[in-house]
Structure formats: structure tokens, C-alpha cells
């Protein structure tokens, strides 16, 4: 089962902030977050391994939730380059098996 | 240091032909992971290896298989190539399981007419 991201699509002015959700019905282990710009691999973004972890670089933060199953990521004072396509990749053990929601396409405005 | 590197870049088939595919991980990364991606939709696992064993596969059907090499890099094969198979397979590399981060490479982009 794949996990379900929220929203489908946002669109942003530069410096406004944004919360992408990634929800699961399984419980799970990790979550990995990518960006994906048009035409171009998925970019690692970070991963979040327990319950309650949160984590971040620069402007951008994600928490996992592990009760709800749910972790979501935050982009503060949005940049251009911040536009793409974001990514929840989720594992329900260690083992390989990686499950990917249909993406959140985030666009920033000058 | 390199990154994750794919082969071919862009490939045509004919519907009931072959494909293979070609991944080089980063250096000291051991796992290898496959996946297909669609249009408009995010990545679909298909196989992951480590340590030249399999320990992942996604729901495709017998006509995928894949293998890892002595030095980690990987192949995945397509036999009996449909319509659908029309995709960008990309290949991500990581330490070990999914407590690692997973590095994707350009992807292969194939073609089926």
C-alpha cells in the first residue's frame, strides 16, 4: 500500500512556507524524503528513522510521527529552487522494500 | 567521487524484445535498488541486492530480473517487452537497508514501440 501525500500541488510566492504530509496505513520504519525537478533524478532530501525524530538542513525540516504513521516535511522562506516534485518513500522493516507516494508538486513565485 | 551512474542514457525496444540495464553504485555502497517510474507518478519498486543476494522485490511480473555483481554493480533484465514497460528506470545505491540513504542515478529512459 502506498503512502498518501497531501497536497497534490501547492504554489508559493519566494519566502512563504509550506507542509507537505505523507501518511501511511502500515506502521513503519523509515521515511525518506526526495525532490524531483523535471527531466532529472530524485534528489535525497533526508530520512527519519524513529518515532518523533525530526530533522533538517537550511530551511528545510521534517518530522515522523510514528503513532500516526504520518511524517511531514517543511519548507520555511521558500526559494526558487525549491520547486519540484517532493517525494515520501516509506519502508515498512530494514528490508528493501521502498514504497513511494505519488508526489507533492511544489512551485515557487517570484 | 562519482555518483550513481546508469546505462544506456535513452533506449528504443520493439515490443517482445529484451532489454538490460547497467548500474554502477557510489564506491563502498553494497545495495542496489531498481525502480520504475512512470509519468506523473512516483517510483515503483521493483528489486532491491545487497551483498550480491536479493532482498526485495516489487510486484512485477517473471519477465524482470536483476542481478548484482562481485564489485555491486547491477544489471536488470526485461524480457518480452510490452507497451507498458515504457519508463524511466532509475537505479539508487545505499550502504544497506532502509535505515541508509538511497542515491539515485539519471535513469535509463526506455522506450517500448
Known amino acids: 500500500q502506498q503512502p498518501v501525500q497531501s497536497p497534490q500541488a501547492v504554489i508559493l510566492r519566494e519566502g512563504e512556507d509550506a507542509v507537505i504530509n505523507c501518511s501511511s496505513s502500515?506502521?513503519?520504519?523509515?521515511v525518506h524524503w526526495y525532490r524531483q525537478k523535471h527531466g532529472e533524478a530524485p534528489v535525497f532530501l533526508m530520512i527519519?528513522?524513529?518515532?518523533?525524530e525530526q530533522k533538517g538542513h537550511d530551511k528545510i525540516s521534517a518530522s515522523f510521527n510514528e503513532k500516526k504513521q504520518q511524517s511531514s516535511l517543511y519548507l520555511t522562506a521558500s526559494q526558487l529552487s525549491y520547486s519540484g516534485t517532493y517525494f515520501c518513500g516509506t519502508g515498512n522493516t530494514n528490508a528493501g522494500k521502498s514504497t513511494f507516494g505519488d508526489g507533492t508538486t511544489l512551485t515557487v513565485k517570484p | 567521487d562519482a555518483g550513481v551512474t546508469q546505462s544506456p542514457t535513452h533506449l528504443i525496444k520493439t515490443r517482445g524484445q529484451h532489454v538490460t540495464l547497467r548500474c554502477s553504485p557510489i564506491s563502498g555502497h553494497k545495495s542496489v535498488s531498481w525502480y520504475q517510474q512512470v509519468l506523473g507518478q512516483g517510483p515503483q519498486f521493483i528489486f532491491q541486492?545487497?551483498?550480491?543476494?536479493?532482498?526485495g522485490r516489487g510486484n512485477f511480473p517473471d519477465r524482470f530480473s536483476a542481478r548484482q555483481f562481485p564489485n555491486y554493480s547491477s544489471e536488470l533484465n526485461v524480457n518480452a517487452l510490452l507497451l507498458g514497460d515504457s519508463a524511466l528506470y532509475l537505479c539508487?545505491?545505499?550502504?544497506?537497508?532502509?535505515?541508509?540513504?538511497?542515491?539515485f542515478g539519471p535513469g535509463t529512459r526506455l522506450t517500448v514501440t
Open positions: 527519519l528513522l524513529k518515532g518523533g
Open positions: 541486492y545487497y551483498e550480491k543476494e536479493e532482498r
Open positions: 539508487a545505491s545505499s550502504w544497506g537497508g532502509l535505515k541508509y540513504e538511497q542515491y
Open positions: 502500515k506502521a513503519l520504519y523509515s
